[in-house]
């Protein structure tokens, strides 16, 4: 009786956890985006301004909870020597966002590149992908649909999205996360069949 109860009671209020990666080059606006989602998604969290957050060397931690589900966020740091480290992190994600500044078109190709070398992994293939273009406030911001073509993303995949967002003024970041929710809800029920 006490292993049917705490079944149930694990069924119905334990929280599942998901392991999301953000990624992206060095000043796209990593951890502004995480602190962003904290604000949103975490009572009463005391927001650090702008000018406090500096670029992502390392590793930035951030955990929320979105109902049923706990997602538990790495933000890893974006320099040229630190992206060798991000797939030592891929096997155990639950899904990536992958962190472009919308401004810097001088960096695009550079971009490209690297969303090319992170798309080639077998983890990240089989999780869902979100592309934040970010800065999107910016005049000259490139469009999701820009990025799409830059990207040149499989359009068959239905895990994988491309949203504009301001990571410092909050636009969009509810619908990322509300999309990371479903998708990852989504892999989990196609695991199930
Ligand atoms: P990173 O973690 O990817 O390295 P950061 O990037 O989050 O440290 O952000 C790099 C710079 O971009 C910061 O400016 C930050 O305020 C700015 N930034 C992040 N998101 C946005 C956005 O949506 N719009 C605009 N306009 N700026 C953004 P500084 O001046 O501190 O370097």
């Not at 149930?8 to 606006?29: P, Q, R, S, T, W």
Request: glycine share 6%; proline share 2%; net charge negative.
């Amino acid at each position: 009786m006490y292993t049917l109860s705490v079944g149930l009671y694990e069924h119905f209020f334990a929280k599942h956890d998901y392991y999301i990666v953000i990624v992206g080059l060095d000043n796209a606006g990593k951890t502004t985006f995480l602190e962003q989602i904290k604000a949103k998604f975490i009572r009463d969290y005391g927001v650090l301004r702008p000018s406090k957050i500096t670029s992502t060397v390392g590793l930035n931690v951030g955990k929320v909870e979105v109902g049923q589900v706990r997602l538990n966020f790495w933000d890893l740091g974006g320099q040229e020597d630190l992206r060798t480290l991000w797939n030592t992190y891929y096997s155990v994600a639950s899904a990536l966002i992958f962190v472009i500044d919308g401004t810097r078109r001088e960096l695009f190709d550079t971009v490209s590149s690297c969303f090319y070398d992170v798309m080639k992994s077998e983890f990240i293939q089989q999780i869902p992908v979100l592309v934040a273009v970010n800065k999107s406030e910016l005049d000259g911001a490139a469009t999701a649909s820009e990025i799409r073509t830059l990207l040149s993303d499989d359009e068959h995949r239905s895990d994988l999205a491309v949203l504009p967002v301001s990571a410092l003024e909050g636009h969009n970041i509810d619908r990322c996360v509300r999309w990371l929710v479903r998708s990852l809800q989504q892999a989990d029920q196609k695991l199930q069949l």
